[in-house]
């Protein structure tokens, strides 16, 4: 039998004008023929709540499947069946009330330090590899960018030093290995060209957002070429993923307008946005785009860093989010405090209902991965490292068992992290003070 079907690399791309690629979605095109069903990779990604979140508005009070969501939680509940919550485990102190609790996140240490300057290894830049680091190199393969991380603020909005320690410990969730840092990219500009094509000279950006040429239109000809190639599944799914792209490059156009109104040096880089609420969204539509191209199938997301000052005026809350975790068990504080959490979670869903509506090979972008959503500590009053909020969701490739929560009392954080790293196949045999794995 003659076999006449031609398939495009997982890896195919269009290349346009001043160095612009845009990487091709999963497409049935790319399936040989007669091959087994489609598979498709694997994707984690991890975001950090700093600051806590009180117990009493986040952990269900039933253990096990059909629980009742607390405030905090509940606009997960539309993913139920994809949702794993954990609660009673303790996070790691990390050697700081506030850097550690970040620090630690991903690999249940924190700094290699301590906190009060005595032994050869003060001052070092120096922690341990992370779980997200471990699953890339499980699951990263041939893709453009190993691995993104991103966050919102740097230490420019923090309140006092850095607990004693070098400030990149504050602005770093992910570790290469035990002496390289990871720390995050606040720019979505930055982000965007890193996924798209090379950062290029002041000069040369400043060209083109005067030029406003659309990464689009300069692979227009191209894409419209490859588009005469495809069957009508394989273009839907192709136009829908390049208008994501230009639903992200229209956003950052109107976040450089100011460029127009503003003389001299802004104090904000190129891409930066003013309001809080665009730089959370255009981020989580980037990781979006990250995955539904496969551009990197690892990322992390710090939505601030530790004893943040930042306010949340957009939503009613015009004091700095420290001030408010610092409660006293006010009510009127305790309801703001979880006003701030609920806007995170708000944030978290909207991400995941785009993973969800995106289809890809049998299923869709949620199906294929898995999503930690978490802090590193519970009540920020007492900056607590007993009980802190924890939920996963995805599907996992179908290795996610859903509707669950589970109690793991007085269990390491890092007994979660091996557990994740088990779904993605990366076999991990201690992480931090872990001491087995949690049941997911």
């Not at 997960?76 to 303790?90: A, C, I």
Request: glycine share 10%.
């Amino acid at each position: 039998m003659i076999i006449t079907k031609k398939h495009l690399s997982r890896r195919a791309f269009v290349r346009g004008t001043m160095g612009a690629t845009v990487a091709l979605p999963f497409l049935d095109a790319m399936i040989p023929a007669l091959s087994a069903a489609p598979t498709s990779p694997f994707r984690f990604g991890a975001v950090y709540f700093p600051c806590g979140v009180y117990p009493d508005t986040w952990h269900p009070e039933a253990e096990g499947s059909n629980f009742a969501f607390k405030t905090v939680m509940q606009p997960l509940e539309p993913f139920r069946n994809q949702l794993v919550t954990v609660s009673k485990m303790k996070a790691p102190w990390g050697e700081s009330v506030h850097l550690g609790a970040s620090s630690a996140f991903l690999n249940g240490v924190g700094p290699a330090v301590r906190r009060d300057g005595r032994g050869d290894s003060f001052g070092k830049i120096e922690s341990k590899k992370t779980v997200d680091q471990f699953i890339a190199d499980q699951v990263a393969g041939d893709t453009p960018l190993r691995s993104i991380e991103v966050g919102t603020e740097d230490m420019g909005t923090a309140v006092g030093a850095c607990d004693g320690f070098a400030c990149t410990f504050f602005n770093t969730l992910s570790w290469r290995d035990d002496s390289s840092p990871l720390p995050v990219g606040i720019n979505p500009r930055v982000t965007f060209e890193r996924m798209f094509g090379e950062t290029d000279s002041t000069e040369r950006r400043f060209a083109r957002l005067k030029e406003k040429q659309s990464l689009l239109d300069s692979v227009t000809e191209e894409t419209a070429k490859l588009k005469r190639s495809l069957g009508a599944t394989d273009r839907a799914i192709l136009d829908e993923y390049l208008g994501n792209i230009r639903d992200v490059e229209k956003q950052l156009e109107r976040m450089e307008s100011r460029l127009n109104t503003i003389t001299g040096n802004p104090e904000a880089p190129i891409g930066l946005p003013d309001a809080f609420d665009d730089h959370m969204t255009i981020t989580y539509n980037l990781m979006h785009l990250a995955y539904q191209g496969d551009i990197s199938r690892v990322f992390t997301f710090m939505t601030g860093h530790e004893a943040s000052d930042r306010a949340y005026g957009h939503i009613g809350i015009p004091e700095q989010h420290h001030t408010i975790s610092h409660h006293g068990n006010d009510p009127e504080k305790l309801a703001k405090y979880a006003k701030i959490a609920t806007y995170q979670i708000v944030k978290f869903t909207e991400f995941l209902e785009k993973l969800k509506a995106t289809k890809e090979g049998d299923g869709t972008l949620l199906d294929h991965a898995v999503l930690y959503w978490g802090s590193g500590m519970s009540n920020g009053n007492a900056h607590d490292r007993n009980n802190p909020p924890a939920v996963i969701v995805g599907g996992g490739h179908g290795r996610l068992k859903g509707n669950r929560h589970i109690v793991a009392k007085d269990t390491p954080t890092a007994n979660l992290l091996l557990a994740m790293a088990h779904l993605s196949g990366a076999e991990i045999d201690k992480l931090g003070a872990s001491t087995g794995r949690v049941d997911l």
